[in-house]
């Protein structure tokens, strides 16, 4: 990794300059939405279902309406004039009917659907008044019964929603079916394998919160709230369900710590306190306590799938075909639907030249906690399908799994694959080479030798993944079923000064934007990093904007940013030819200065900034004062990054431990503008793979629907030394061809490649086929006494 460069370093692009955000989190400075409090503050509560499923018989809030401090009691009855939460992607079944869209009610209207359903908002002067007139709402219930497994929920007919009498939302497929099933049957070797992809619960640093006020004199609101995505937010609840003029509505996401995905949501809670802060005329203030988080953001993963590869006698790969059954939750989340489907089948093929692949995936309703985009968001469940089946395949057929890989790797771009991508670029040769060597697989042997003498097992395991980043474009995507844009926009406002803000639609939670836009901008106009300031979350300042998930913040937003750059640079170019008398033709910029070409006559960027704002020198009439550009962009395709890793294991036989001992990775994003913040994100993406491999495990009791995972005692998140001294590297890479910038995203790389990396060490130390994810001691254990 480069050295930290300083804020003045010059060419900035490629240096690992410092976050320039960190000083005011590492200080306590940060503003997070609980932070905000406004005048004439008040709080809400939330009581929430303490059933999976029931009938809300009754409902009375006498007793907390009278309680002390309490301003207002709303239930599902005051909501049911508005809209319910949309989903923002149309999903079609094989006979081409819709997807079943069940109304997502505000706050439970006659029924619950899943433990921590809201039931009602309590608004009170403090927290603590609004939490205990909660305990005072007398709510009866009829218990109905549960489905919680998605791979039981077609067997448990009607339970969820009248709209779905099967659990099904829909049965979608991708690829060639017919093709498919021909090839695997004149496949030499079949590989199959049947498994479980395990429910994650997000669990960033800050939880989720929301400060909505109501302005009476405009008639307007204001909302806080941790969120990645702000204009979303205010289209979604604005136009689908509160009928508020969105130029009526700002929404501010100050800073937020950790999304992960679940925070890029249209959730009630925000939405219930929108619309209740103008019926008691006051701000109203939440902010989830853990254990609500736990039982109501919405979860991740959770798919049963039945995958097979279908080889040649050479191993070279004819055919995949894979059966998924994806776990909805009660309710279709924002993006629910599209991510077991378009981001999930779509990835199937890899990096390899499968030239046949089917997937066929339905989707099902269950009465657990909406499940939506995490960290990878159906690219990691691919990868998984992919990798475990590849390197099974390799062990069955006693060939070593490296070079299983190289035997069907990708060689020539542009490729179109089987299940509708089309991939740019790349070199998995390269990245797979590079982590044989850094990984030290020659010297495994010796190593294992080792751990035996200790009465311990030691496997390897590789995984060689790629990522589809920056959702695009928006007309194909409209096809598909997209409800929304996927363009990115950026505005670049040059002050007289030659100073500079960047105004841009993706929103940072983490991911380091404050310095990474900054590099971009100062390295094209030559200034000093200082010079130039990031706004961003605040639909009352930004162009439109899409916000951050899918790792398309630099690839779609920063190219955004660059285009608007690009306006500003023809415009000086205009300015300095009245300055120098020339033809703004023959004027060149290089450096932070305008020039003419194969002369030294020359004028610096801050003097034109100047000019356009104090017009002496040129005709008012060519040129309209001002230095202030924007740009939208959207892209023509996706980014694709891609990798190769290799985990090392120990596993202790008596007691079933694993202990990670190497893990490897080289990545290829293409161009990279800050290597520390890439190395920063691969090695935070890793950690949170490594968690869902070997720890983290969201479980619902089968009968009654309780969440048994409602807690750090119970939901075991990876710590200090659960994890490696990890070796990664960034490989030269393939620049992508459809940016400017050449790059690609990075920020779920890491939570892609590294589950099936581990499970394949794993299954390769106890020499078994497969074993069950999260491999925790337990599991472990029983596959060693199942196989001895």
């Known amino acids: 990794m480069n050295a930290p460069a300083t804020a003045t370093t010059a060419g900035f692009i490629g240096q690992s300059v410092r976050r320039r955000e960190d000083a005011r989190f590492l200080t306590g400075r940060g503003q997070y939405t609980d932070d905000i409090v406004l005048p004439r503050q008040s709080y809400g509560f939330f009581l929430r279902s303490p059933y999976a499923h029931a009938r809300i018989k009754s409902l009375d809030a006498s007793a907390a309406k009278a309680a002390p401090g309490v301003l207002g009691v709303f239930s599902g009855e005051h909501f049911k004039a508005v809209g319910g939460l949309p989903c923002g992607w149309l999903i079609n079944s094989l006979d081409g009917s819709p997807m079943k869209e069940p109304k997502h009610p505000i706050l439970a209207d006659g029924k619950v659907r899943f433990v921590g359903d809201a039931v009602a908002l309590i608004v009170a002067e403090t927290y603590a008044q609004a939490k205990a007139a909660a305990q005072l709402v007398e709510v009866e219930y009829e218990e109905l019964p549960a489905v919680v497994d998605c791979a039981a929920a077609k067997l448990v007919p009607g339970t969820v929603h009248d709209e779905a009498p099967d659990n099904v939302c829909y049965t979608w497929g991708c690829g060639d079916k017919a093709a498919t099933d021909a090839a695997m049957a004149a496949a030499a070797h079949v590989t199959r394998l049947e498994f479980r992809n395990n429910r994650l619960i997000p669990n960033a640093i800050e939880p989720r919160a929301a ?55 249209l959730y009630a ?105 995490y960290r990878g968001a159906g690219r990691p469940e691919a990868t998984y399908v992919v990798e475990r089946l590849v390197e099974t395949a390799a062990h069955e057929m006693k060939i070593d799994p490296a070079e299983l890989r190289r035997r069907n790797f990708i060689h020539e771009f542009p490729y179109a694959t089987p299940v509708g991508l089309t991939y740019d670029t790349g070199d998995y040769d390269a990245t797979l080479k590079r982590v044989i060597e850094i990984a030290d697989v020659a ?38 079923g997209a409800r929304a844009g996927l363009f990115e926009a950026g505005e670049v406002r040059v002050h007289p000064t030659g100073k500079v803000t960047i105004f841009t639609g993706s929103h940072s939670h983490g991911q380091g934007h404050e310095t990474t836009f900054a590099q971009v901008v100062a390295d094209k106009l030559g200034i000093p990093i200082d010079d130039v300031s990031i706004e961003h979350g605040d639909t009352g300042k930004v162009l439109f904007g899409m916000g951050t998930y899918g790792s398309r913040s630099l690839s779609v937003g920063g190219t955004a940013i660059v285009k608007a750059v690009d306006k500003v640079i023809a415009k000086g170019k205009k300015i300095a030819a009245h300055l120098l008398e020339a033809a703004d033709t023959d004027i060149e910029f290089e ?190 254990w029983q596959a060693i006494q199942t196989n001895r």
């Open 269 to 373: 809670e925000e939405t219930a306190l929108v619309w209740a802060s103008k019926q008691i005329k006051r701000p109203i203030k939440w902010t989830a306590e853990r254990s609500e988080s736990f039982l109501s953001d919405a979860h991740g993963r959770d798919h049963a799938t039945v995958a097979e590869l279908g080889l040649d006698a050479n191993g070279k790969f004819l055919a995949m075909r894979v059966t998924t059954t994806a776990n909805l939750g009660s309710y279709l989340s924002t993006f629910a639907s599209s991510v077991p489907t378009i981001l999930y089948a779509t990835l199937l093929a890899g990096q390899y030249t499968t030239p046949r692949i089917y997937a066929e995936v339905t989707g099902v309703f269950t009465n657990t906690a909406p499940v939506d985009a």
């Open 591 to 780: 450096n932070g200065v305008f020039k003419v070409a194969g002369t030294d006559k020359s004028v610096p960027f801050a003097s034109v900034s100047l000019t356009a704002y104090v017009p002496h020198n040129y005709p008012l009439d060519k040129l309209e004062p001002g230095l202030n550009e924007n740009a939208f962009y959207d892209p023509t395709n996706f980014t694709y990054p891609a990798g190769s890793y290799v985990c090392e294991v120990e596993v202790d036989p008596q007691t079933g431990v694993v202990r990670v001992d190497r893990f490897s990775a080289v990545d290829d994003f293409g161009n990279i503008v800050n290597p520390m913040i890439v190395e920063g994100q691969v090695q935070g993406g890793i950690a949170q793979g490594l968690g869902q491999a070997l720890l983290e495990h969201g479980i619902y009791d089968g009968e009654s629907g309780q969440l048994l995972t409602g807690s750090y005692m119970d939901y075991a998140m990876p710590r200090a030394d659960d994890l490696p001294s990890f070796t990664i590297e960034t490989a030269k890479g393939t620049p992508c061809t459809h940016n400017p910038l050449g790059v690609k995203g990075c920020g779920e790389a890491g939570a892609i490649g590294s589950p099936p990396a581990v499970i394949n060490a794993i299954c390769h130390a106890l020499g078994i086929k497969d074993i069950a994810m999260p491999a925790t001691p337990h599991t472990v």
């Open 443 to 480: 010297g495994f042997g010796a190593r294992r030798a080792a751990s035996e003498a200790k009465g311990l097992k030691r496997g390897m395991g590789y995984s060689t993944y790629i990522e589809a980043c920056g959702l695009a474009p928006s007309n194909i995507a409209g096809a598909l």
């Open 211 to 265: 400060n909505a006020a109501y302005n009476p004199s405009d008639d307007s609101y204001t909302l806080y709230v941790a969120n990645q995505n702000p204009h979303v937010e205010r289209l979604l609840m604005c136009a689908f369900v509160l009928g508020i003029p969105e130029h009526k509505m700002r929404v501010v996401a100050p800073d937020v710590g950790g999304g992960f995905g679940s925070k890029i949501f």
